[in-house]
């Protein structure tokens, strides 16, 4: 207890100036060292100050140019878009053409196979594979052979334009989402310091998963532009692919038409030629007949003319060998009477068989006139089919040309299709 209360131990004066001189000399370092901590923190926040508006600047300045990009990327996208829209707008036109085309056709064909089909009721020796059946049946691969191709041009057609609305729904949801990365970035390029809406949000700086390089990126849309200008190009030679297709074939089937038309007046020509020769032996043939028959009556007559005069040369004979006795002499009279029956019975015999031969040829004449008759019948058959069932029927075919004087194959005027 007495240790406990014993004064503390006093120092030296030296020992007291020695403590105040270390106590001068750490006051002095600590001091010295917070000035030049002072010193480097102010260089320091004016460096990072500097760091951060330098950093700020180029961010921005980054954003800038990222928001050009975008708007060049995003005008380059909205050109081959409105390019893409026009070939495919043009290709509807087109594939309506083709569909018009494609149906227009149905009628010429069904008269060209009516045409066939009435040729085949032709009788006779006129049910001939001539001139006109072989080029209706030309006329019918021809149009069966366009129709093919329209139908098939018309699917490439289809095709095209389904290829371009798959370009055009890439462009469209490329520019979508360029329309939604400039929005935000023009935000983010608006912010600064000041902005009322900026704060701190939880692991900020991470690399999303779905994120790509700038290289796929710029592939990406790259990609995109060469898709459409690839569609776009092949809608511009399937266009000018129907132009030719369209214009061939309707001077391919102009062509065949008018070779039809002139082979059905050359052959109207040569039947009504043949019917008007016909007709002319026919008239020739019926005055025979005339002639024949009066011949007959001539040589029928001659024959009963000669009964009078055999009917009196028999009685002459017969009463003769009623003479008596001597009297009953072969005289002069006698074989003059004798000649005379012989005679008549030759000359008759002679017109029997004249008038034999007569009528055989009045049944030849006859027989002839009924085959003259019906082989006219034949022809003016044959006239009717191809004049008025054929010709008259092929005029409803409407006139194509190729050319360009007026409408086209498809129905619609060239100036309607830029």
Request: proline share 3%.
């Amino acid at each position: 207890m007495a240790k406990l209360l014993q004064h503390p131990p006093k120092f030296l004066p030296s020992e007291w100036h020695i403590a105040n001189k270390n106590q001068y000399h750490r006051a002095e370092a600590q001091r010295s060292r917070s000035e030049r901590l002072v010193a480097e923190s102010q260089r320091l926040v004016n460096e990072i100050e500097k760091t951060t508006r330098k950093s700020q600047s180029d961010v921005n300045k980054k954003l800038e140019q990222r928001l050009e990009e975008v708007r060049f990327w995003k005008k380059e996208l909205d050109g081959k878009l409105e390019q893409l829209v026009h070939a495919t707008e043009n290709l509807l036109i087109y594939q309506t053409r083709l569909e018009k085309a494609l149906e227009s056709f149905k009628e010429p064909l069904h008269i060209t196979e009516k045409c066939l089909e009435y040729r085949e009721k032709r009788v006779g020796v006129d049910l001939v594979h001539d001139e006109v059946e072989q080029e209706l049946i030309k006329e019918a691969e021809i149009i069966r052979g366009v129709m093919a191709l329209l139908t098939r041009t018309l699917e490439e057609t289809s095709e095209q334009i389904r290829l371009n609305r798959s370009a055009k729904y890439s462009l469209e949801k490329d520019l979508r989402d360029k329309f939604t990365a400039l929005t935000i970035d023009d935000i983010c390029f608006s912010l600064n310091n000041n902005s009322p809406n900026i704060k701190y949000s939880e692991n900020v700086v991470r690399v999303e998963p779905n994120s790509v390089s700038l290289e796929d990126w710029l592939d990406f849309s790259n990609t995109n532009v060469e898709k459409a200008d690839k569609q776009r190009n092949n809608s511009l030679t399937l266009k000018a692919l129907v132009d030719r297709i369209l214009s061939q074939t309707a001077n391919d089937l102009s062509r065949q038409r008018d070779v039809v038309d002139t082979a059905f007046r050359n052959g109207l020509k040569e039947t009504k030629d043949a019917r008007d020769k016909l007709a002319v032996h026919l008239a020739k043939v019926m005055e025979e007949i005339a002639s024949q028959e009066k011949n007959i009556t001539v040589l029928e007559k001659a024959i009963l003319d000669q009964e009078g005069p055999a009917k009196v040369a028999h009685t002459r004979l017969e009463t003769r060998t009623h003479r008596p006795n001597v009297e009953l002499c072969r005289d002069v009279a006698q074989y003059r009477l004798i000649k005379e029956v012989d005679e008549i019975t030759h000359n008759v015999a002679r017109l029997k068989e004249t008038l034999a031969q007569a009528q055989v040829e009045l049944q030849g004449l006859n027989r002839r006139q009924l085959a003259l008759q019906e082989e006219i019948q034949v022809k003016e058959n044959t006239i009717y089919i191809d004049e008025v069932l054929c010709t008259h029927m092929r005029k409803s075919i409407p006139p194509r040309d190729g050319d360009d004087h007026g409408e086209w194959a498809g129905g619609l005027h060239p100036d309607t299709v830029c």
